[in-house]
């Protein structure tokens, strides 16, 4: 399975602009980050995180500098990622 995720950062950060922002209320705020995707291998016998990547490593040279910028600040603090991982049935 492969999925996106966010650090606690990136929750804190996403649910300010939401809010402020996007003209939500409280009810739109983001609940749940992790900031070690690591730890979900600790959930459940059978979970194990074959990757881990950030989430614009691939796809910022597409952009122009100025976004590229705001991508690689992101990447560097880890606030949003990529996970590959593997459940087997135990």
């Given at each position: 399975?492969?999925?996106?995720?966010?650090?606690?950062?990136g929750?804190?950060?996403?649910?300010?602009?939401?809010?402020?922002?996007?003209?939500?209320?409280?009810?739109?705020?983001?609940?749940?980050?992790?900031?070690?995707?690591?730890?979900?291998?600790?959930?459940?016998?059978?979970?194990?995180?074959?990757?881990?990547?950030?989430?614009?490593?691939?796809?910022?040279?597409?952009?122009?500098?100025?976004?590229?910028?705001?991508?690689?600040?992101?990447?560097?603090?880890?606030?949003?990622?990529?996970?590959r991982?593997?459940?087997?049935?135990a």
């Amino acid at each position: 399975m492969a999925f996106d995720y966010s650090s606690k950062k990136g929750i804190e950060i996403t649910n300010q602009r939401v809010l402020k922002e996007g003209g939500m209320n409280e009810g739109a705020r983001a609940k749940w980050g992790i900031d070690d995707i690591h730890e979900i291998e600790k959930w459940q016998p059978g979970i194990k995180v074959l990757e881990n990547m950030t989430m614009f490593a691939e796809h910022k040279k597409k952009y122009p500098l100025w976004k590229r910028l705001g991508m690689n600040i992101s990447d560097r603090m880890k606030i949003m990622s990529l996970a590959r991982i593997e459940i087997v049935s135990a």
